[in-house]
Structures are given as C-alpha cells and as structure tokens.
C-alpha cells in the first residue's frame, strides 16, 4: 500500500505505528490499534485512515498530560462531531499508551 500524501504539504506521509500498551488482561503483548496512522515527515501534519483507505482525520495535539498513562504532549485530539440526539463529542488518544477515549464537549460556539 502507498502512503497518501500530506494534506498540508503534499509529501508523503509515513506510518506511525500506534499500539494499546495499557488495560491488556492475561499480559499478552502489545496490540496495535486499528485504525492507520500517519504523521507527515515535515512535522506539520499528524492523523488517521481507516484500514480500509478512505479519508484522512486530522488530529490536534492536546497540551498536558496524558489522563492515562501520565506522559507528557503525547494525547491527541479528533475534530468534534454532533451525534444524533444533539450532543456534540470529540475523542482524544495517546500516542504513547494507545488508549483513546470519546468525550463530551459543549456545542461549539456559533458565530
Ligand atoms: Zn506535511
Ligand atoms: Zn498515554
């Protein structure tokens, strides 16, 4: 498979293996996770695909610690979306950990 290339620059993008290191019952191994992820080699662009192609995600790097595995600059953040009752929510992973969690935001304002 090629890699796509970068939104923001249009180089292309390499593989940045990503995988679940925390809550593993029975201690097996590492796994990855299962979407795609890519980060651009310029340092400008950082995001996912699902396995199957199709678009890109773009995520935002979340300042702090992360909320599970305590590193620091490591949690990313997805952009928010509004389910179908109204809520909105947005999902943050670590990079480190490989742990994600969907969460609850207020409506974005509307300008
Ligand atoms: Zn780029
Ligand atoms: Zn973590």
Redesign the pocket.
């Known amino acids: 498979m090629s890699a796509p290339p970068c939104p923001r620059c249009g180089r292309e993008l390499e593989p940045l293996p990503v995988h679940h290191t925390r809550n593993r019952w029975g201690g097996g191994p590492p796994r990855p996770r299962s979407e795609l992820w890519w980060t651009c080699p310029a340092g400008d662009w950082l995001g996912w695909q699902n396995p199957n192609g199709g678009p890109l995600h773009t995520m935002r790097l979340w300042p702090g610690n992360?909320p599970?595995?305590g590193?620091d600059d490591?949690t990313w953040v997805g952009e928010p979306w509004q389910r179908e009752d109204g809520e909105w929510r947005d999902w943050v992973v670590?990079l480190?950990?490989g742990?994600s969690n969907p969460r609850r935001i207020p409506p974005p304002a509307t300008p």
């Open positions: 992360c599970f595995c590193e490591t670590c480190d950990c742990t």
